[in-house]
């Protein structure tokens, strides 16, 4: 058994994995800055659940806050560290820009400095399918460039990974990136569109629509992305390519053992069919109103998961309709509704 550092565990995806580590009898300790981005309740909800676990602890602080993680990562010595912490929001950083760079920049070097020190046998890190910007030649394969990032928030994303691929070389650290796309599921964030439509059609309020429905997402359910992430875990440890040959395909780095891999459910879903799934679930009709894109956005995202079924004989499956009942039980349970 693993003993495995999260950061983010008090949020939507670091709960997720940490419960699943937890269930196989790994030890995990938790790292999160409860910050109020949404409601705080919510994230102690979920640390609250996890702390029901013998083998989780969890610290409260910011990863910008370099001693209190350096203190947190030094008790527990860690075999893994799965960096998921970050200030995340496409739109919000048309905001407050600024949240992004301590977090995602700052905190990130934080981070990559305890694995250094620790020398631990896999660093792996939250990117997003946002650093693929303005590319329109799809699905996305890690090994196109992605030279184009469209909002703070991406371009932070894309520097963590060139942080990364220096730590790796450098310092022989094994590194893995996952690009994540439109994360779905239960005990999801309230800022997400699944969580905001809920919530509106249920109030009987109107939800917003962007770019008139013409949007396509790969949407992509927790659980299986949560699985993903396990299975790279101890299956897929990048090591220094072979002569500096990469095999055709990976993006493994020809000089560290650094890899990129997308985690999606590789299919393009129309978001007005997401919308009709959400109606199903709810039973009852959204009203909507359509707006025009906002800036940032892209119109479209579809990953190609195939390194990520190679390296672990596993791709993301969940239906949207399926995926989507699951959280419409979830909310209706959660919030009594």
Request: charged share 20%; hydrophobic share 40%; proline share 5%.
């Given at each position: 058994m693993k003993r495995i550092f999260i950061t983010g565990t008090a949020g939507f995806i670091?709960?997720?994995?940490?419960?699943?580590?937890?269930?196989?009898?790994h030890t995990v300790a938790g790292f999160d800055g409860m910050t109020d981005y949404y409601d705080v309740t919510l994230k102690q909800r979920r640390h609250a659940m996890?702390?029901?676990?013998?083998?989780?602890?969890?610290?409260?602080?910011?990863?910008?806050?370099r001693a209190a993680l350096d203190a947190a990562v030094d008790a527990f010595a860690p075999d893994v560290i799965v960096h998921l912490a970050g200030q995340?929001?496409?739109?919000?950083s048309l905001e407050n820009p600024r949240a992004y760079v301590d977090a995602n920049l700052v905190g990130t070097f934080n981070v990559m400095e305890a694995a250094r020190r620790h020398a631990v046998g896999h660093l792996m890190m939250a990117?997003?399918?946002?650093?693929?910007?303005?590319?329109?030649?799809?699905?996305?394969?890690?090994?196109d460039k992605a030279d184009t990032p469209m909002?703070?928030?991406?371009?932070?994303?894309?520097?963590?990974?060139?942080?990364?691929?220096?730590?790796?070389?450098?310092?022989?650290?094994?590194?893995?990136?996952?690009?994540f796309f439109t994360v779905y599921g239960p005990w999801g964030r309230p800022d997400m569109a699944l969580f905001k439509f809920v919530k509106a059609t249920l109030e009987g309020q109107?939800?917003?629509?962007?770019?008139?429905?013409?949007?396509?997402?790969d949407f992509t359910y927790v659980e299986d992305?949560?699985?993903?992430?396990?299975?790279?875990?101890?299956?897929a440890v990048p090591t220094?390519?072979?002569?500096?040959?990469?095999?055709?395909?990976?993006?493994?780095?020809?000089?560290?053992?650094?890899?990129?891999?997308?985690?999606?459910?590789?299919?393009?879903?129309?978001l007005m069919d997401f919308i009709e799934a959400i109606e199903a679930a709810l039973g009852q009709k959204t009203t909507r109103n359509l707006m025009d894109i906002q800036p940032g956005d892209v119109p479209a995202t579809w990953a190609d998961a195939s390194l990520l079924e190679r390296l672990t004989g596993y791709r993301p499956h969940t239906d949207i309709r399926e995926g989507v009942a699951r959280f419409v039980a979830w909310y209706r349970e959660y919030y009594g509704v």
């Open positions: 670091g709960y997720h994995l940490a419960q699943l580590l937890l269930d196989e009898g996890l702390l029901q676990s013998g083998g989780f602890t969890a610290t409260e602080a910011m990863l910008e806050d995340a929001g496409v739109r919000y990117s997003t399918s946002s650093v693929y910007g303005a590319n329109t030649e799809m699905p996305f394969r890690e090994t909002t703070i928030y991406a371009a932070t994303k894309k520097a963590t990974e060139a942080m990364g691929h220096s730590y790796a070389h450098l310092y022989d650290l094994p590194v893995t990136m996952f690009r109107p939800i917003d629509v962007y770019n008139h429905g013409e949007m396509y997402r992305l949560v699985r993903a992430i396990r299975l790279l875990m101890e299956g220094r390519a072979e002569d500096g040959v990469v095999p055709e395909g990976d993006s493994l780095s020809p000089v560290a053992p650094f890899r990129v891999v997308n985690i999606g459910n590789s299919k393009s879903e129309r």
